[in-house]
């Protein structure tokens, strides 16, 4: 099983992005259309990178809900 960023399998990884978002902004992964979690997983980002790469990637104004 390869492992990337800091020791995690893709799987783990995705979870830990997942539950880094619900926590944040109350959605996960799937409910950010322009999340390409390839090219964070590939750039090596941690899952809170990855977690904040997907909240400004995104077209909703997320960093709203960052600021509350």
């Known amino acids: ?3 990337n960023t800091e020791g995690y ?6 979870n830990a992005v ?3 978002l619900l926590r944040k902004i109350g959605i996960g992964i ?3 259309a322009d999340f390409c979690i390839w090219d964070c997983w590939n750039d090596d980002m941690s899952p809170e990178d990855g977690a ?5 990637n995104d ?4 960093e709203e809900c960052l600021e509350e």
Do not use: K
């Not at 077209?59 to 997320?62: A, G, I, R, S």
């Open 18 to 20: 997942n539950r880094i």
């Open 59 to 62: 077209d909703l104004p997320w």
């Open 9 to 14: 399998t893709l799987t783990e990884w995705q």
């Open 52 to 56: 904040m790469e997907a909240i400004q």
């Open 1 to 3: 099983m390869e492992r």
């Open 30 to 32: 799937g409910d950010l």
